[in-house]
Structure formats: C-alpha cells, structure tokens
C-alpha cells in the first residue's frame, strides 16, 4: 500500500501537480519514516508542510460516534496521546507546521492559502514545490 501511495506521489510531481497526503500520522516515527522514503524515492528535494489539525479528546468522540466507520476509543485516545507527547515539529522535516484549532473553526480557504504561499515564496519557488 505504501508503495503505491509513494509512486502516485512521483507521478503527481513528474506532472507538476501539488500533493496533499492525509493520514492520522500521530507518531513521529511514522511522520520521520514516510518524509525519508518519500525523500529517497524521488529525485528532487521537497517542502512538505504540516497541517496539525487539533481539537479535544471529547470532540473527536463525538465525531467518531457520527462516523459509519467508527475507531475504537482507545486507539482515538492513544493517537490523541501520541500527538501530546510528540506533535509534528519542523525538525521532522518539515518547511512549516501550521496548528489548525478545529474547536474554533478559526482558519478560512484565504487563511490557508496565505500559509501555503507563505511557504512556496519563502522557498524563492513558486512552482508548486511544497507539499
């Protein structure tokens, strides 16, 4: 599966496209692990951006409960603990990390394009080269 996902991420860059990969990464091993086997897998160095999207414990229950595929509690409360002890950090890897606070719907689309751009100038790129 991984494998597949790593090789849709080359032909998305081979075709200049942006890539956005959404995944529950809340252990830092698993976010340090995909960020190398992506690096080692393609050819040219990339930025990827962290979107930290945060809200409570009793929120994400909630949410969870309105789900069709539901996850168990404890794996919501042991992800919800990983991500405590170890958020993303830019030492990861990444160009940014953008904490997104999901109890307060605070971010708008021009909030989040300015954090993208912000990125992309700050790289002297503007070629789609963040991730």
């Known amino acids: 599966m991984e494998a597949v996902l790593i090789s849709r991420i080359q032909e998305a ?9 959404d995944a529950t ?34 929120i994400c229950k909630v949410w969870n409960q309105q789900r069709s595929r539901k996850v ?17 950090h830019i030492a990861e890897g990444f160009a940014k990390v953008v904490e997104v606070d999901l109890s307060k ?3 708008s689309l021009a909030d989040l394009k300015r954090e993208i751009d912000g990125v992309c100038y700050s790289s002297g790129s503007r070629n789609s080269s963040t991730y």
């Open 13 to 21: 860059l081979n075709a200049r496209q942006t890539v956005i990969y």
């Open 25 to 58: 990464n809340a252990q830092r091993t698993w976010r340090l692990k995909f960020l190398k086997k992506v690096a080692v897998a393609t050819e040219e160095p990339l930025q990827w951006m962290a979107w930290y999207l945060k809200a409570p414990i009793k």
């Open 72 to 88: 168990p509690t404890e794996v919501i409360e042991s992800m919800a603990q990983a991500l405590s002890e170890f958020p993303p």
């Open 105 to 107: 719907n605070s971010l």
